[in-house]
């Protein structure tokens, strides 16, 4: 995903797009414990997470590109 593209949002089960990007990176990975916890990974260590009403950004500590990301629970 392009750091100027739609994001992802999801609600009751139905994805849909949402504009803008909390950061300026692109999307390379994205793990789902449910449709309330969702992370997504990118560019210059970008960590970004919805909370099933808004992305937020996280501090990674890294400026190297995550290419992807995996849970095992939401909790």
């Known amino acids: ?3 100027s593209a739609p ?11 949402q504009n803008p990007y909390p950061h300026n990176e692109d999307l390379r990975g994205l793990w789902a414990a449910n449709a309330n916890n969702i992370f ?3 560019s210059s260590g970008a960590i970004i997470h919805y909370d099933g009403n808004n ?4 501090n ?3 400026s190297y ?5 995996w849970g095992s629970s939401g909790s």
């Open 55 to 58: 992305w937020t950004t996280m």
């Open 7 to 17: 994001k992802l949002v999801g609600q009751t089960g139905v994805w849909g797009l």
């Open 1 to 3: 995903m392009a750091a």
């Open 65 to 69: 590109y995550l290419n992807g990301v």
């Open 60 to 62: 990674s500590g890294t």
């Open 40 to 42: 997504g990974v990118g």
